[in-house]
Each structure stands twice: as C-alpha cells, then as structure tokens.
C-alpha cells in the first residue's frame, strides 16, 4: 500500500503545482528554464505512474475489501465511461464545449473515477479512484483563480471527427485493451 500512496503523492503532487502554489511554476522556469522544469515535472510524474501501477498491482493482492459495490454499478460505469472518453477530445483548446464546461479533462477523470468506486470496492481501487476524485474535485475549485482561455474557431466537423474517434477507442478498451492492459474484461464477449 505505501507505494501506491507514494506514487499518489508524486504524481498527483506534480499534476498540482500550478493548482496549489499558483506561479511557482513560472518562478521556477526563469530560475531553471523552462526545459529544465517540464524534464523535472515528466521524471517527477513518470515515477509516479509507475509506483501506481506496481502498488496498486501489490495493494489489490491483499484482497482487502472495503465496500460490497451495488449490483448496478458496472452498468453506471459503462456509461460514466462512455460519456468520460466522449469529453476527452473536448479538452483541446479550439473546441467549442471547452468554454461550457471550462476542463472537460477533470471531468472525464472525475466520472472515470466515480464510475471505478462504483465497481470496485477493493481498498486499492478506494485508494487509487477516491484520489484521482478528490484531486479533480480540488483541482475544478481551483479553476475559478485561473483565467478562461478563449477558444478559437474551428470547423465543427474537428470536433465530430474528435468524438467519434473517442467513441472508437472507447469500443477498443470496451472489448479488447482494458482486459489487456488491466487484466479485468469489463464486459463478458
């Protein structure tokens, strides 16, 4: 368990400089230079990734149950999961729901994780979805310091053409990669 709550702490940690030490990130590029801080920023959040995956691989062998999750709640993950890779593309700047929505991002990982507590009761899926939730949660708050960015304009075509990949790769993770990459099959084929 330690070392997926390390691995939390340093990639969750660097995904919030900007959000909990607002310039910091500016001071540290002129100190350090821009390159020098983004190497620092991926190093910093690569190891984070990595110590996730192994200590949430080590944490959910305890087999340590928290929670039963309700009988419907992989049916509600389905569609939060469905309706979170349908928000990803809208993350770009030039597209026309970003301004609505201010971080269709946040919103994505905040419905993946809701939808992931949903079907998974086990204290590392707990550990690993209620800290991405509550990172998103603080991180939306933080939001209203920031500067909206408007976007520019695009053909509406880009953004139909965005979601209906989204849509694609949804399907992939759906039948063939989450069960490759995560070892669970979300849904029997």
Do not use: C
């Amino acid at each position: 368990m330690i070392w997926l709550i390390i691995g939390l702490i340093l990639f969750l940690g660097m995904h919030s400089v900007r959000m909990a030490l607002p310039g910091l990130r500016e001071v540290l590029w002129q100190a350090w230079g821009e390159n020098a801080w983004k190497g620092i920023y991926s190093l910093v959040s690569l190891l984070g990734i990595i110590l996730v995956v192994w200590g949430f691989g080590l944490t959910r062998e305890q087999g340590v149950q928290v929670y039963d999750p309700p009988s419907w709640g992989l049916h509600v993950t389905l569609f939060l999961m469905f309706i979170s890779f349908s928000l990803l593309p809208f993350n770009m700047r030039s597209s026309r729901l970003r301004p609505l929505i201010k971080n269709p991002f946040l919103l994505a990982v905040a419905l993946w994780s809701i939808g992931h507590l949903l079907a998974n009761g086990d204290l590392a899926s707990v550990l690993l979805f209620g800290s991405f939730l509550l990172w998103t949660i603080a991180n939306r708050l933080s939001l209203t310091r920031r500067p909206d960015v408007a976007p520019a304009a695009v053909p509406l075509v880009q953004d139909i053409v965005a979601v209906g990949a989204a849509w694609l790769i949804y399907l992939l993770f759906l039948f063939v990669l989450h069960e490759w990459l995560f070892g669970v099959a979300p849904v029997a084929v």
